[in-house]
């Protein structure tokens, strides 16, 4: 086993950012080095106050610009949380390779850039080889629930006929962003205005998923199309953050559809809501799969997208470090896997 | 894309090699090279002919010594489908490095053989890196159901407090041989009688499944035990090979737990039984994790053992031929995944 701890920066420090501090912070053979952010509300503060533990002598201060944050030899690998976008990520993931060191992004499209921003996805491959790190985008979903994890089940099928994935997924944890992002509480007339004028975030990963798929089964997609619908409740629905009178908008109703020579073969459905139990609606994350053996899996409830996303973030991080240099992908990687040891027993020596 | 189909020769041509002859006849970029098997009854026919498909010019006549099959550069991989045990599959696996092949083993102690034999997966590893191959263990289970697919659920999970996992199926699909194997029919007398002689196999893998698990995420074992029972049958049971009357035994349920410091944090449970419908028994596999956060996983019924067995040796294919050499694990490698297109797409250039 080595001797040297994982050394890690977290850029962006928001809920996601601040629960993988916390995590690696109770792990062991990891050490946080830096964090930044440039929310005014907790530069300058200690992370150690911000995540309500213990201060070591040694005390890591919230900073705005990461140049004093990343040093080159003295960070190994950098989580970034801070984008949903590739092509908003990349300007920070071209930067942070040029440094020389490995990082891992929490961007939805980053889960399979090649399927949004294929220039900028052989950019990042290129680069990354060039300065000798690794480069991975993942997350609960896409990266895993609607992507990693179907795929990984045909492992055991010889052939394959039809995939349809649900994701049903309760908004009632969060806060008032997404409630405003999802259109919660909104009227019908006010969403469909939103959702036409481009202004409504709804799921961001679909296409990703696809590609993810599409690649690794080696299926042709010949086309795609995706929809965004509201999700009309015909009960008062109140969440802590949220609330949906009788008439209005509980959710958003996301599908997608890619075929395959033509074929309709893959389907993805992602309706969010609050209190979904009200509308008799049961959480969970669904696949089931025609072919040779056929396969009907599900998870009641769902993965909780917030956890799951810390989690596989850190937990992929011994797994990019171990990589050769390059843009990787989820199924370009070893299956994830939770960290219950001292993560240096999972780096490869040299 | 390269040029040159992938070439595999199959060792043991029972229900698995023949399934799995089948399988790569239907593939694209593969191409059977030979088959090897000592069975009087089928040396010297045509491949296509017991496969019941179209025989092409050049036919492929079943070779009861290996040495006539696996040539020197003529052959990219061979698929070994004869035994359950390391110790006996160690001879033909150490013969194969030598020829400089890449090894697909279908023995179950094979799955992960520092488990049982460590010395001989010290020796295999070094000569496989020696030779410049690949070798591999994998199955439905032990490889997949009951190991693989619990490592990757906890890839979303920041902490592990749990594990408990079931594979409930029914043994009415397969054959007289495992019939016997497993006790069905037997009167319980008999059935304690050949389990303390140990001439019941039972399933033959939680040792492997463990010993998986537990090096996936960083877990000290320090003690394992397992059993075997008889399951009987309160009702008279009929299957196409088998037959249990009132009182005797349908099947055989086998349990084991493993403990991390001292606490019992992971438990198998395999009972597997003709017609277990007519128990009331739903058979599937069931994954659940306690932690954070936690997952409940079904898959109804059961992934077919069978079907599944032979769809990941092959699909494996690809992952073997691309690792760096050495004896590898379902640990090591990319998640499995279904082959829907040309093979040789999916080999990384050299």
Same mark, same amino acid.
């Given at each position: 086993?080595?001797?040297? #701890?994982?050394? $890690? $920066?977290?850029?962006?420090?928001?809920?996601?950012?601040?629960g993988?501090a916390?995590?690696?912070?109770?792990k062991?053979?990891?050490q946080?080095?830096?964090?930044?952010?440039?929310n005014?509300?907790?530069?300058?503060?200690?992370? !150690?106050?911000?995540l309500?533990?213990?201060?070591?002598?040694k005390?890591?201060?919230?900073?705005?610009?990461?140049e004093?944050?990343?040093?080159k030899?003295e960070?190994?690998?950098?989580?970034? *949380? #801070?984008?949903?976008?590739?092509k908003k *990520? !990349?300007?920070?993931i071209?930067?942070?390779?040029?440094?020389g060191?490995?990082v891992?992004?929490?961007a939805?499209?980053?889960?399979?850039?090649k399927a949004n921003?294929?220039?900028?996805?052989l950019k990042?491959?290129?680069l990354?080889?060039?300065?000798?790190?690794?480069?991975?985008?993942?997350?609960?979903?896409?990266?895993?629930?609607m992507d990693?994890?179907v795929?990984?089940?045909t492992?055991?099928?010889?052939s394959?006929?039809?995939?349809e994935v649900?994701?049903?997924?309760?908004?009632?944890?969060?806060g008032?962003?997404v409630?405003e992002?999802?259109?919660?509480?909104?009227n019908?007339?006010?969403?469909?205005?939103?959702?036409?004028?481009? #202004?409504l975030?709804?799921?961001v990963?679909?296409?990703e998923?696809v590609?993810?798929i599409? /690649?690794?089964?080696?299926?042709?997609?010949? /086309?795609?199309?995706?929809?965004?619908m509201?999700?009309? #409740?015909?009960?008062?629905r109140?969440?802590?953050?949220?609330?949906?009178?009788?008439?209005?908008?509980?959710?958003?109703?996301?599908?997608?559809t890619?075929?395959?020579?033509?074929?309709?073969?893959l389907?993805?459905?992602?309706?969010?809501?609050?209190e979904p139990?009200?509308a008799g609606?049961?959480t969970?994350?669904?696949?089931?799969?025609?072919g040779n053996?056929?396969?009907?899996m599900?998870?009641k409830?769902?993965?909780n997208?917030?956890v799951?996303t810390?989690?596989i973030?850190?937990n992929m991080?011994?797994?990019v470090?171990? *990589?050769?240099?390059g843009l990787?992908?989820?199924? /370009?990687?070893?299956?994830?896997?939770?960290?219950l040891?001292d $993560?240096?027993?999972?780096?490869?020596?040299?």
């Amino acid at each position: 086993m080595r001797h040297e #701890t994982v050394k $890690v $920066v977290i850029w962006g420090f928001g809920a996601m950012g601040s629960g993988m501090a916390k995590m690696i912070h109770n792990k062991i053979g990891f050490q946080i080095v830096g964090i930044c952010d440039r929310n005014p509300e907790i530069v300058g503060k200690s992370m !150690y106050e911000l995540l309500k533990i213990s201060k070591p002598k040694k005390d890591i201060i919230i900073q705005p610009n990461i140049e004093n944050v990343v040093k080159k030899g003295e960070c190994e690998i950098v989580i970034l *949380a #801070t984008d949903s976008f590739t092509k908003k *990520a !990349y300007p920070k993931i071209e930067w942070l390779i040029r440094q020389g060191v490995n990082v891992i992004s929490t961007a939805e499209e980053m889960a399979y850039p090649k399927a949004n921003e294929p220039d900028l996805a052989l950019k990042m491959d290129v680069l990354a080889k060039e300065y000798g790190v690794t480069v991975l985008g993942t997350g609960v979903n896409p990266g895993m629930m609607m992507d990693l994890l179907v795929v990984a089940l045909t492992g055991v099928m010889e052939s394959v006929d039809k995939i349809e994935v649900s994701r049903i997924n309760s908004l009632s944890p969060f806060g008032k962003t997404v409630m405003e992002e999802q259109g919660v509480g909104m009227n019908v007339s006010e969403f469909k205005h939103k959702m036409e004028l481009g #202004t409504l975030a709804g799921h961001v990963g679909f296409k990703e998923s696809v590609g993810m798929i599409s /690649d690794a089964l080696g299926w042709n997609v010949t /086309d795609f199309k995706q929809t965004m619908m509201p999700i009309i #409740t015909d009960i008062d629905r109140q969440s802590a953050y949220g609330f949906a009178a009788k008439g209005d908008v509980a959710g958003v109703d996301m599908n997608a559809t890619a075929w395959v020579d033509n074929q309709p073969v893959l389907n993805l459905h992602h309706p969010q809501q609050i209190e979904p139990e009200l509308a008799g609606v049961l959480t969970g994350d669904y696949i089931d799969i025609e072919g040779n053996p056929p396969i009907h899996m599900s998870i009641k409830p769902e993965v909780n997208g917030g956890v799951g996303t810390i989690a596989i973030c850190v937990n992929m991080i011994p797994h990019v470090i171990n *990589a050769k240099p390059g843009l990787k992908t989820m199924i /370009d990687l070893p299956v994830p896997r939770a960290i219950l040891g001292d $993560v240096r027993q999972m780096i490869e020596e040299e």
